[in-house]
């Protein structure tokens, strides 16, 4: 099966813990995004890689870090520097040129 | 702030009718999508509307865009209670990259049976 996954679904922290999103696509995709969704909210851009081994913050990335060591993979620290961390979180991925996004299932993150 | 708002917030209406529901944005673009979102899940791409033009059907749904107004509008007809979901515009970074999104913050659909 071709897609994106996201693991894991629902992920439960301590304050004061760091905490990795893991999010892998087998679609050869370039460009992989993070976003935040918090309750009756859009979408907002963390993090986002155009090709492996670079990456640029988007509109929201303080507490937050992210690399990309290889084309399928594009894990998210949500380190304890992040105030208020509990959202759910979105992984995305698009082929070079275009500008339609393919997404994950999401994990949903909650701090204890 | 954001590129696209949708307009109305929510929307319920009863199966059979039609669904109808707007997005505004403010810079000029080259493309207009619009996503849906099930209850915690991710997001699906519906459909994608170029500036150059100012229609697209897919099915069921029916995308027009006016670039002179910077608006654009779903209409979901015939609605089923499957289609009760949130509905979201996105287009391209205003600052020219086509590798970034910006999204609304979208209209809830309930079609109730």
């Known amino acids: 099966d071709g897609g994106i996954t996201q693991s894991p679904k629902y992920l439960f922290r301590k304050e004061g813990q760091n905490v990795t999103l893991s999010c892998e696509q087998n679609l050869n995709h370039d460009a992989m995004y993070w976003y935040r969704q918090d309750p009756g909210q859009g979408l907002r851009l963390i993090y986002y890689s155009q090709i492996v081994n670079d990456f640029q913050k988007g509109d929201i990335a303080e507490g937050y870090s992210v690399s990309r060591e290889k084309k399928e993979s594009f894990p998210l620290t949500v380190t304890s520097a992040q105030k208020n961390p509990t959202a759910f979180y979105l992984c995305?991925?698009?082929?070079?040129?275009?500008?339609?996004?393919?997404f994950g299932p999401g994990t949903r993150l909650t701090v204890l | 702030s954001q590129q696209g708002e949708e307009d109305p917030q929510a929307l319920s209406i009863q199966e059979g009718e039609n669904a109808t529901m707007n997005c505004s944005y403010k810079t000029s673009i080259n493309n207009l999508q619009w996503y849906r979102q099930n209850s915690g899940r991710g997001l699906v791409h519906l459909i994608l509307?170029?500036?150059?033009?100012r229609e697209k059907h897919s099915g069921r749904l029916r995308v027009t865009l006016d670039t002179s107004k910077k608006s654009s509008s779903l209409l979901i007809t015939a609605s089923r209670a499957a289609d009760t979901a949130s509905y979201f515009c996105?287009?391209?970074?205003?600052?020219?990259?086509?590798?970034?999104?910006?999204f609304g913050k979208g209209t809830l659909l309930t079609v109730n049976p």
């Open positions: 996105a287009t391209p970074n205003s600052g020219g990259s086509n590798y970034k999104l910006t």
């Open positions: 509307i170029r500036s150059n033009e």
């Open positions: 995305a991925s698009t082929p070079t040129s275009t500008d339609t996004q393919y």
